[in-house]
């Protein structure tokens, strides 16, 4: 698998505006979005990539770009005697090209130019919004071995959820030989495919493009170069003209995997990962998980209750209960609260005992979850002050909203990164 290494450069696509995440990506670009209490949604490919003896990896992004290069600086060191790294591309007007990314091909195209001293063989392109553990290493294998142009990860997807991805079919010798982008309804019968017995018994009949592709590197080059020089996606455009001139290969991958694109799969993710044995396993040495390593104090807990969740260190818990919720970093919770079904993000910070007493002599609400408070079906974002006796209650009776304090988006209520919540305030 080693040669891999120096055959293959990782590119990990940023992502838009990432506005079905808002307003988790107010401030923050989609790929340093915190999950899992520790770490961010970037952290995931990249971990890949490590695990697959892949170490050169770009990661390209535009929007709110300051917190993802501070993590990915503060995060990820290879030694001086590797050829590894993990750098950021920001979108940047040249002279050449004076405007920002169009789309995911066309933010490859410009990022072109940083790679041309590299030495290389074939492009890993990933996205930089999912959750899942794949060996890339056998994927390039396969696309070597096939002799193919280029290679697209395939899972097989329901019913419910194709109209949401590019669905394609292949030939036995998984050959892709039609492609259509987010079909409609109507025409899903013609796009079922043979996807095994145990996935045809889920109702899982249909191959939907992951959004992770191998190219020969000429042929990258050729396509966005020559061929498809104003083309700026690849599943609008690049993928669907390829298949009909080049041989393009299916790589289906049958483990868990799910496209983190709005607040409703964002929290089912995070809670998922309570279970007796998720889906996505962070407990599994030989598929790490990497990110900032913080220094902190193990996690304190006091009196509480806790049922299936995760709680990450530098915690202090005095809850009455904690369920089906995952706490991150630096996250404090009063005494007699209750969480459930949450997700709380935590704290890049701890107030001091002075700052404390302070803010408690005025009636103001300190950093965390203050005392007696009922909190569920909800996301709390980073570094936010819940007063004491607060109720916030998630649910499908909730209209979309979005409030100075809070968000509203499929009956989960997110609390906007820093809001303060006063004693007794009630959603």
Not at 69 to 85: C, D, E, M, V
Not at 102 to 110: E, F, I
Not at 294 to 318: D, W
Not at 320 to 333: A, H, P, T, W, Y
């Amino acid at each position: 698998m080693a040669v891999y290494a120096k055959e293959t450069v990782s590119i990990i696509l940023g992502g838009g505006a990432g506005s079905r995440l808002y307003p988790l990506t107010a401030s923050r670009s989609k790929p340093a979005v915190p999950i899992a209490g520790k770490y961010r949604l970037v952290d995931i490919p990249i971990s890949n990539c490590i695990n697959s003896n892949l170490n050169r990896i770009f990661v390209l992004t535009q929007f709110n770009s300051a917190s993802l290069n501070q993590h990915i600086k503060n995060t990820y060191h290879f030694s001086a005697f590797s050829s590894g790294f993990v750098d950021i591309l920001a979108a940047e007007q040249t002279p050449d090209n004076p405007g920002w990314f169009q789309g995911t091909a066309d933010a490859v195209r410009q990022s072109l130019r940083h790679l041309a001293k590299m030495d290389f063989d074939y492009v890993l392109i990933l996205s930089g919004d999912q959750l899942y553990q794949m060996d890339f290493s056998k994927m390039i294998d396969a696309h070597k071995q096939s002799g193919a142009a280029l290679t697209i990860a395939t899972i097989p997807v329901g019913e419910r959820e194709a109209p949401e991805f590019g669905i394609l079919k292949a030939n036995h010798e998984n050959v892709i030989t039609s492609f259509v982008e987010k079909p409609n309804k109507e025409i899903l019968k013609d796009w079922i495919s043979d996807t095994g017995k145990e996935m045809q018994d889920q109702g899982r009949n249909y191959l939907a493009s992951m959004g992770i592709y191998v190219f020969n590197k000429e042929i990258l080059y050729q396509f966005l170069n020559e061929v498809h020089a104003t083309a700026t996606d690849f599943g609008k455009e690049i993928i669907p003209d390829s298949i009909a001139h080049y041989k393009v290969l299916s790589y289906q991958y049958d483990g868990y995997w799910t496209d983190i694109g709005n607040i409703y799969s964002f929290f089912e993710a995070n809670i998922a990962l309570t279970e007796n044995v998720p889906l996505f396993n962070l407990f599994d040495s030989t598929q790490t998980v990497y990110t900032r390593s913080r220094m902190l104090p193990p996690a304190k807990i006091s009196g509480t209750i806790i049922n299936k969740a995760i709680i990450a260190e530098g915690s202090i818990i005095l809850a009455k209960e904690v369920s089906n919720s995952v706490v991150g970093i630096r996250s404090r919770i009063g005494k007699d609260s209750l969480i459930k079904n949450t997700y709380i993000m935590g704290c890049d910070y701890y107030e001091t005992m002075e700052q404390i007493n302070k803010k408690n002599a005025k009636g103001e609400p300190i950093l965390g979850i203050g005392e007696r408070c009922i909190i569920e079906n909800a996301i709390v974002d980073k570094n936010c002050s819940i007063g004491n006796d607060v109720q916030i209650k998630g649910g499908n009776h909730h209209e979309k909203i979005d409030h100075p304090l809070y968000t509203i988006k499929d009956g989960i209520v997110v609390i906007k990164k820093g809001a303060f919540i006063p004693n007794g305030f009630i959603i």
